[in-house]
Structures are given as structure tokens and as C-alpha cells.
T-cell receptor, first 116, second 119 residues
Framework: RKEVEQDPGPFNVPEGATVAFNCTYS??????FFWYRQDCRKEPKLLMS???SGNEDGRFTAQLNRASQYISLLIRDSKLSDSATYLC?????????????????FGTGTRLKVLA | GAVVSQHPSRVICKSGTSVKIECRSL??????MFWYRQFPKQSLMLMAT?????????EQGVEKDKFLINHASLTLSTLTVTSAHPEDSSFYIC???????????????FGPGTRLTVL
């Protein structure tokens, strides 16, 4: 089983639609979670961190379910500019975490295409 | 968000040559930087963790003698791909760890990447 799993998509949705992505992770000890956005042939950019209580940033809402070990991202009122690959990232602590070291584990990403 | 630069953005070289990639955190000090590699339509794969003033920690399967990492200052890490071969052609991305008050909330900011093509 992969450490972080995402549906690769693509999700093709019309402008204005609401779309949701899920991501599951295998390490129950994971402490922090993020959603990054990656445009074609570009670097990932932080979209939002995911907090236990859930958090919202404009049209984007992220939620964490520790019991079921999944995180979600909801995008409301989709825009053409939202077309990208959305990467689920889990802080999969590596050795020596007590010394402050850690590493990100990336999902393969979910492709979103918003259609006019 | 924090700014990380990477240079060069694109390299085309002959097989057998060495290529050096620089990663700089421009507006914060990064004790830890990371080097990733991404092949087409695949996820980012961590190659190594670069710690300022100490040796890098390499992921399993990554040859440390082939991918030399130097983190000489709090704002600069370099990756040198030695004796590059066509199979090393990939998108190399660095990131810098920006600390927060809560360690588990530390986030990584990514450089724009270097596209390496080895002929």
C-alpha cells in the first residue's frame, strides 16, 4: 500500500462547479498535512495546511479525519484558473524526528480540469 | 509565502558531464533543504535532505557519490549530478524548510525547478 494515495483523475468539471478530492495516508503517526498545487512543468506551491479542526480559505476548504486517515479538499465555484494537479502531502516523519528532522510524503496528485 | 530560487532553470548536457544546481532561500534562513526528482506524470520523490553544516541524508536507492549535495550556508544548497547519463534526465526541485512555532507545522517552499536533459 502506498503511504499517500490519491485518485489521479482527471476530474473534468464545468466552471462554477464544486469538486472534492480525497487522500488517504497509511502512517497513523503523521502529524501534519498539506495541499499543494502544481501547474504543468512548474514547482508545487502551498495551497493550504490542513488542521484537525478543518480550515477554510476563500473557496477552498480542507478537512482531516484522523480516525479514517484521510484528508479532503473542497473547491467551490471552480474557476478556469483552478485547473492544475493537486498534491496531497503528509509529513511522514523520518528517523530522528525528535531532533526536528522530518520529510514530506507526496501523493501522485489529482488532476483537475475546469471547463468553460 | 517564502521565496526559494533555483538555478539554472534548464540544462542540456552531454552524457558524462557534471551538472551543478543551486538552491537559495531568499528571505529566510533554512537549516534544512530538500532535493526532489520528478519524472513525467509521476509524483515528487525525495532524493536527499540537506542539512547546513553537516552531511546530507540520502533516501534509499539514491547514490550519494553520484548526487553530491553541499549545504554550505543557511541560504544555499547545491546538488551536483556527476557523470550524468540520459536516465538522469528529469525535473529536479529543491525546497527549503520554513520553521514555525510548532515544529509539525513547518512547511516547505519549493524552488522553480531545474529541467535536466542529458543527451
Amino acid at each position: 500500500r502506498k503511504e499517500v494515495e490519491q485518485d489521479p483523475g482527471p476530474f473534468n468539471v464545468p466552471e462554477g462547479a464544486t469538486v472534492a478530492f480525497n487522500c488517504t495516508y497509511s502512517n497513523s503517526a503523521s502529524q501534519s498535512f498539506f495541499w499543494y498545487r502544481q501547474d504543468c512543468r512548474k514547482e508545487p506551491k502551498l495551497l493550504m495546511s490542513v488542521y484537525s479542526s478543518g480550515n477554510e480559505d476563500g473557496r477552498f476548504t480542507a478537512q482531516l479525519n484522523r480516525a479514517s486517515q484521510y484528508i479532503s479538499l473542497l473547491i467551490r465555484d471552480s474557476k478556469l484558473s483552478d485547473s492544475a494537479t493537486y498534491l496531497c502531502v503528509v509529513n511522514g516523519a523520518g528517523p530522528g524526528r525528535t531532533s526536528g528532522t522530518y520529510k514530506y510524503i507526496f501523493g501522485t496528485g489529482t488532476r483537475l480540469k475546469v471547463l468553460a | 509565502g517564502a521565496v526559494v530560487s533555483q538555478h539554472p532553470s534548464r540544462v542540456i548536457c552531454k552524457s558524462g558531464t557534471s551538472v551543478k544546481i543551486e538552491c537559495r532561500s531568499l528571505d529566510f534562513q533554512a537549516t534544512t533543504m530538500f532535493w526532489y526528482r520528478q519524472f513525467p506524470k509521476q509524483s515528487l520523490m525525495l532524493m536527499a535532505t540537506s542539512n547546513e553544516g553537516s552531511k546530507a541524508t540520502y533516501e534509499q536507492g539514491v547514490e550519494k557519490d553520484k548526487f553530491l549535495i553541499n549545504h554550505a550556508s543557511l541560504t544555499l544548497s547545491t546538488l551536483t549530478v556527476t557523470s550524468a547519463h540520459p536516465e538522469d534526465s528529469s525535473f529536479y526541485i529543491c525546497s527549503a524548510r520554513a520553521p514555525s512555532i510548532l515544529m509539525e507545522r513547518d512547511t516547505q517552499y519549493f524552488g522553480p525547478g531545474t529541467r535536466l536533459t542529458v543527451l
